[in-house]
């Protein structure tokens, strides 16, 4: 088996960076397209709620493929399909065509990650497994804020370059992904049946079938998350359309800045984040952190002038990435046993539902007022504050009864 030590496991992650990286190209220069294609002000957010709903619907087909065709052969597949529907993208001039290149390109990007994650799994041995699965997340997060960067500046010269560019290496990133890969397959594809298929890759299932291991801290938690994640996605979605609608940003501005962020949350990451997992104060520090994600997005609401809107944002983002790896923690502090697999099924599938309704209801609010989608995240992380300081003191409660 590789590790990150190897070669392979190390030509790997290059090239997964890279991938990530194409893959944000286009969102720093999606506002600009939108606004040149004379297309309604929703489409940001419906645009990519169409994405992640197919993402979402698609992810476990990917994921039992894996077992019969190897994590390689579906990156290739994936990688190639998800550069087709970015062509599809760039081509597209209507809100029907924009929203079905989305969605295409939104049922294979679900293979793709799956696979990243399978392939680290099946090809790490035990000593490293857990450090090449922080590399995996370290990679895709930096990567993407790379890409903005990239895709940004790219977007400069011509925004419809960004997408030309992203297709042609998500195309030679499949194909590399295919070469330097292992194969990882487990099953025999002679006994792949269409009814397995159709019967394991309910995307709802994760949540039918983990139902037995539920417990009051456990909802709670989900429901922290699934709040926390309906906010970010909204906020996130608009902060994008709302700097160039309203500051007439450029798509450089638009990458410099969320480069910036990805740096600023990297280093919130590897000190606040650290320090408080290794005083184990989790559940007590999530209450903080919520909150002040909560009282940030306030600041974004009434804040009107450049500058103090950027740094308010900047708090927001930094905190909310803070607290991700906490949440992280505690899913599986709680989800030990035999039902870690499903519990971790439904809790991925939770940031999906997130990822969907946000989007959709920040581009569909937007409309209306360009600060309502700011106002629905405050709502959405004030209750993800209100769940947090009901699951600390339960969790108190439960300590001081053993």
């Known amino acids: 088996m590789n590790h990150s030590g190897n070669p392979h496991m190390t030509l790997f992650f290059a090239v ?21 294609l004379h297309l309604s002000d929703y489409m940001f957010g419906v645009a990519m709620a169409a994405m992640m709903t197919a ?21 290739l597949i994936c990688g190639i399909g998800y550069a087709i529907g970015q062509v599809f993208f760039g081509v597209a001039r209507t809100e029907l065509q924009f929203v079905l290149a989305r969605m295409f390109a939104g049922v294979f990007v679900g293979g793709a990650y799956v696979s990243f994650l399978t392939y680290v799994v099946n090809c790490s041995d035990v000593n490293v497994r857990g450090r090449n699965m922080a590399i995996n997340a370290t ?33 030679v990133t499949a194909v590399c992904f295919f070469l330097i890969m292992a194969d990882d397959s487990t099953e025999d594809i002679c006994q792949l049946k269409g009814s397995v298929l159709a019967k394991e890759c309910n995307p709802f299932a994760a949540f039918w079938n983990c139902r037995r291991f539920m417990t009051q801290l456990m ?11 309906l906010g970010y996605m909204a906020f996130e979605q608009c902060f ?10 450029t798509s450089g501005y638009n990458g410099v800045i969320k480069a910036g962020l990805g740096v600023i949350s990297l280093i919130a990451n590897s000190t606040i984040c650290m320090q408080i997992l290794r005083k184990n104060q989790v559940s007590r520090s999530m209450v903080k952190i919520m909150t002040i994600c909560s009282l940030s997005t306030v600041g974004v609401i009434l804040l009107d002038r450049i500058i103090p809107f950027v740094l308010v944002n900047v708090l927001f983002f930094a905190f909310y990435f803070i607290s991700l790896p906490l949440l992280q923690n505690m899913i599986a502090e709680l989800g030990r046993g035999d039902g870690s697999n499903l519990i971790m099924g439904a809790f991925n599938s939770t940031k999906s539902f997130g990822s969907i309704f946000g989007s959709l209801f920040a581009g569909l609010i937007y409309s209306i007022n360009a600060k309502l ?15 947090s300081l009901i699951y600390w003191r339960l969790e108190q409660k439960q300590k001081a009864r053993t």
Not at 57 to 72: A, C, E, Q, T, V
Not at 139 to 165: P, R, T
Not at 219 to 229: D, I, Q, T
């Open 373 to 387: 989608p700011f106002v629905f995240g405050f709502v959405a992380f004030a209750l993800a504050t209100l769940m």
């Open 16 to 36: 997964m960076f890279v991938f990530n990286m194409a893959a944000s190209f286009v969102h720093p220069v999606t506002p600009t397209i939108i606004q040149t």
């Open 240 to 249: 994008n359309y709302y700097i160039r609608d309203q500051f007439g940003f």
């Open 55 to 75: 993402n979402f619907l698609f992810s476990p087909f990917w994921g039992k493929l894996n077992d019969y065709i190897s994590s390689r052969r579906t990156m």
């Open 139 to 171: 990679v895709q997060s930096v990567a993407s804020s790379f890409g903005y960067f990239v895709g940004g500046m790219i977007g400069e010269f011509n925004v419809f370059l960004s997408v030309w560019v992203q297709a042609a290496t998500l195309a």
């Open 219 to 229: 909802v709670l938690l989900f429901l922290v998350y699934g709040f926390c994640n």
